[in-house]
């Protein structure tokens, strides 16, 4: 099982705000370790949209935000759109693991 | 510009061993603080890591699944190569190959790999 959970599922109107949270413990996002999040839409590999805690790669719409606070972060969605249904990922590092995790996965569905 | 691309069979039978190459361009496995990983994702379900290798031929495992798997790379062909041994069923999954970049995220995806595992 992974040590990040997520909300199995958040939803929302368009234009409206979601937010996604990740949280982990002591010996991964808590250690220090960046939190980097990952959209997937259907039938297609991931995409990185914010690493490093806050960091977006260029083409990643602004409408896409995170945070991360102690053992948690964040993803927040401004502006939903029809196109932003798809799961997301957040995925840190582990100390104890000595290794990489993803977390649980959360569906987003716009009404 | 970043290429990734898996390959290997899809379809592979209890107990056997599983070969997947990912032939990489657009970067150096040499370079320092890059790697290149393999993830999994059985049909409807999560994303789960599974193996990495760094430009300094560190590798690392999933505990979990750590004495079946082994990561290798050949620098000089742009390839890394996961080996799973002992397949079952529910290995059956979608097998990705990333780039991991110096901040620790996966940057690049393949276009994955569905491997089912059935006799």
């Known amino acids: 099982q992974s040590v990040l959970t997520q909300p199995p599922s958040v939803s929302g109107a368009p234009g409206q705000r979601v937010t996604i949270s990740c949280t982990g413990g002591?010996?991964?996002?808590?250690?220090?370790?960046?939190v980097h999040w990952y959209q997937q839409l259907p039938g297609t590999a991931p995409k990185v949209l914010n690493q490093g805690n806050t960091n977006r790669p260029s083409g990643v719409p602004d409408r896409f935000s995170g945070s991360k606070s102690g053992t948690s972060a964040s993803l927040a969605i401004s502006g939903l759109q029809a196109e932003d249904e798809a799961d997301y990922y957040c995925q840190s590092f582990d100390i104890s693991l000595s290794g990489y995790v993803f977390g649980t996965g959360t569906k987003v569905t716009v009404l | 510009q970043i290429t990734l691309k898996g390959s290997g069979p899809t379809l592979v039978k209890p107990t056997q061993t599983l070969t997947l190459t990912c032939t990489f361009s657009g970067f150096s496995l040499s370079t320092s603080g890059v790697g290149v990983g393999w993830i999994r994702q059985p049909p409807g379900k999560a994303l789960q890591w599974l193996a990495l290798?760094?430009?300094?031929?560190?590798?690392r495992y999933s505990p979990s699944l750590k004495s079946r798997l082994t990561i290798t790379k050949d620098t000089s062909k742009n390839q890394v190569v996961l080996t799973m041994t002992n397949m079952d069923p529910v290995d059956t999954a979608t097998y990705y190959c990333?780039?991991?970049?110096?901040?620790?995220?996966?940057?690049?995806w393949g276009q994955g790999t569905l491997v089912t595992v059935s006799s």
């Open positions: 002591s010996s991964n996002i808590g250690a220090g370790y960046d």
């Open positions: 990333a780039h991991r970049n110096y901040r620790g995220s996966f940057d690049s």
């Open positions: 290798i760094y430009w300094d031929d560190d590798k």
